[in-house]
């Protein structure tokens, strides 16, 4: 059985960090791609940062130079490095094993003063 468990949200300040984990099980994570996505209130959910079973990244244009993606197959997690988080950044955050079609429960981020 899949699971992907997220952790790490919060309300944060404006130009804040915060540091979001996807711990996955029951996939063979070094040879899964896997994805950071993000729904807005009232928005679709959208791509928000995407790393390879080969360690390649790809951002959305709107995070690109804040926002770092990066795994550790040696725990079986992913994670979202957020940097100068700003309001519009708000939104409920989700781990996506694409391989898998498989997706986490969501973890809360909002950026607020």
């Known amino acids: 059985q899949v699971q992907l468990v997220e952790s790490g949200g919060g309300l944060v300040q404006p130009g804040g960090s915060l540091r979001l984990s996807c711990a996955a099980s029951?996939?063979?994570?070094?040879?899964?791609?896997m994805g950071w996505y993000r729904r807005a209130p009232g928005k679709q959910r959208d791509l928000v940062a995407l790393i390879t079973r080969t360690g390649s990244t790809n951002y959305a244009d709107s995070v690109k130079g804040r926002f770092a993606i990066s795994r550790d197959n040696a725990r079986n997690t992913v994670y979202l490095q957020m940097n100068g988080l700003k309001p519009e950044d708000t939104a409920v955050y989700y781990c996506?094993?694409?391989?898998?079609?498989?997706w986490g429960q969501g973890t809360q981020v909002t950026v607020s003063s």
């Open positions: 996506h094993a694409p391989g898998y079609n498989s």
């Open positions: 029951g996939i063979i994570f070094s040879l899964t791609d």
